[in-house]
T-cell receptor, first 113, second 109 residues
Framework: GAVVSQHPSRVICKSGTSVKIECRSL??????MFWYRQFPKKSLMLMAT?????????EQGVEKDKFLINHASLTLSTLTVTSAHPEDSSFYIC?????????FGEGSRLTVL | GQNIDQPTEMTATEGAIVQINCTYQ??????LFWYQQHAGEAPTFLSY????GLEEKGRFSSFLSRSKGYSYLLLKELQMKDSASYLC??????????FGKGTKLSVIP
């Protein structure tokens, strides 16, 4: 199947700093990518839909100025958590669809101290 | 709105069969997915149903009844490595999925 790669897999940062997470589709082009967040023992919650060449679409309750999404090419979407706080600590997962199937990145575990 | 329900936890014995149920109430329906997720890892695709009936894939089968808003995932010949969370997800529109909270399955010897 198609491969979606995320980087970094783990990141620890200080409160108030910004963290960038990359999501790449390695063997296909993805005009749309999705960013999910998963808190411990909770389900995946869709944060935003990333569209190549245009603005991302954010789900209700997700601050677009805090979670900056850039989808500058057909194979790369980035999520930047700005001014991170401990409550932003979570597992962030991206996904992209190819021929109707949704493929997930490996996930990035963010810990904000 | 979307509402997807599945049991929080289940325990089953190695070699046995287990059925994980999922009920959903969504505005629109364009397919139901089952994913397996091991702790700390991303979900991996298991099955997809869009029409009523049973889809079999090796040790895993998934059933869908659209009229009842109901699906189940059946795991046969359970192995210890099957211990994981199983996520039911519904696609209401194009490609966005809404996930249930997941069922944590523990397989015991």
């Amino acid at each position: 199947g198609a491969v979606v790669s995320q980087h970094p897999s783990r990141v620890i940062c200080k409160s108030g700093t910004s963290v960038k997470i990359e999501c790449r589709s390695l063997d296909f082009q993805a005009t749309t990518m999705f960013w999910y967040r998963q808190f411990p023992k909770k389900s995946l919650m869709l944060m935003a839909t990333s569209n190549e060449g245009s603005k991302a679409t954010y789900e209700q309750g997700v601050e677009k100025d805090k979670f900056l999404i850039n989808h500058a090419s057909l194979t790369l979407s980035t999520l930047t958590v700005t001014s991170a706080h401990p409550e932003d600590s979570s597992f962030y997962i991206c996904s992209a669809h190819e021929t109707g199937e949704l493929f997930f990145g490996e996930g990035s575990r963010l810990t904000v101290l | 709105g979307q509402n997807i329900d599945q049991p929080t936890e289940m325990t089953a014995t190695e070699g046995a069969i287990v059925q994980i149920n999922c009920t959903y109430q969504t505005s629109g329906f364009n397919g139901l997915f089952w994913y397996q997720q091991h702790a700390g890892e991303a979900p991996t695709f298991l099955s997809y149903n869009v029409l009523d009936g049973l889809e079999e894939k090796g040790r895993f089968s998934s059933f869908l009844s659209r009229s009842k808003g109901y699906s189940y995932l059946l795991l046969k010949e359970l192995q210890m490595k099957d211990s994981a969370s199983y996520l039911c997800a519904v696609r209401a529109g194009s490609y966005q999925l809404t996930f249930g909270k997941g069922t944590k399955l523990s397989v015991i010897p």
